[in-house]
């Protein structure tokens, strides 16, 4: 007789014989267990996905952006042709007309020579009035009042001196120069226009040191710390480009109810492609969550 073996069914018989020899080995699982399992998976912590990385963006200001006003009034006789192109610092930007305040330095002058010469009689006098004090030709009374004369032209020629100084600063002011080496960015005041006091005349910018601010959620500001190197990405016409910055100052407190603290780095720009107004990410290492 030929047996036909089914190798289905005795992997199946196998599979049974493994359940049977495991139940022997391991026994029924008792309710206890179950409870003590549950109470394991209760006792084990339970692992909180990583917070996202905070991804800030910033804006590229200049340290020194000045819009410079006038200190007198007067008239626009001359400027730059156009705004933009580079200044010295102490460049005359912007000239106003200062005839009047010549006539006024000149009358200054001239009061200031008069009396200066009217201290040096005085002095002249004094020395007379003392001779003539030591050999008793004339009495103390007439020694007081050459010195009180004396006093009083040295005080007049004192005030007459800086009257004639402060003539002097106002004609200085009548140009309005370059506080600083930069760019003009734009001149306000027009040629043959009337610029009054604290009006402004142009607006300067150094693009040579810039700074970045920042606004930092209140949940990551207690990880930074000022003076520590941040790698910074700007973007310029499509390029991004990446430079080192210092975080040099952060906020003592939140702006308001956006609970964000305000934070300032500084970096220098060699390529001089960087220009205020221009937006920055701001990537740390390590990564702030």
Do not use: C
């Not at 179950?34 to 590229?60: D, F, I, Q, S, T």
């Not at 080192?244 to 702006?255: C, D, E, F, G, H």
């Amino acid at each position: 007789m030929r047996l036909h073996i089914n190798p289905e069914a005795n992997r199946a018989l196998a599979g049974v014989a493994l359940i049977v020899a495991a139940s022997v080995l391991l026994g029924p699982v008792s309710a206890q267990d179950n409870e003590a399992a549950k109470r394991a998976a209760k006792a084990r912590p339970a692992v909180a996905p990583p917070a996202p990385l905070v991804r800030l963006a910033g804006e590229v200001l200049a340290i020194r952006d000045a819009h410079v006003a006038a200190e007198v009034s007067g008239r626009v006789v001359a400027r730059p042709d156009t705004d933009g192109g580079f200044v010295k610092e102490g460049d005359a930007i912007v000239v106003l007309d200062d005839r009047a305040i010549v006539a006024a330095e000149r009358r200054a002058r001239a009061a200031a020579r008069s009396a200066h010469a009217r201290r040096e009689w005085a002095r002249r006098e004094l020395g007379r009035v003392t001779a003539l004090m030591e050999k008793g030709s004339i009495g103390k009374s007439d020694l007081d009042r050459a010195e009180v004369a004396l006093l009083e032209a040295e005080a007049n020629a004192d005030a007459a001196k800086a009257a004639h100084e402060e003539v002097l600063v106002q004609r200085e002011r009548t140009r309005i120069r370059a506080p600083f080496a930069g760019e003009l960015v734009r001149v306000y005041a027009a040629l043959g226009s009337y610029l009054r006091v604290s009006e402004p005349a142009y607006r300067i910018v150094d693009r040579t040191a810039l700074k970045i601010v920042a606004y930092v959620p209140a949940h990551v500001v207690s990880s930074l710390k000022t003076g520590r190197q941040i790698g910074v990405t700007a973007t310029f016409e499509q390029d991004a480009a990446q430079r080192p910055a210092k975080l040099v100052s952060i906020a003592a407190a939140s702006t308001g109810t956006s609970r964000t603290f305000r934070i300032e780095l500084r970096l220098r720009d060699k390529s001089e492609k960087l220009r205020p107004g221009m937006a920055a990410w701001l990537h740390f290492d390590p990564p702030l969550r």
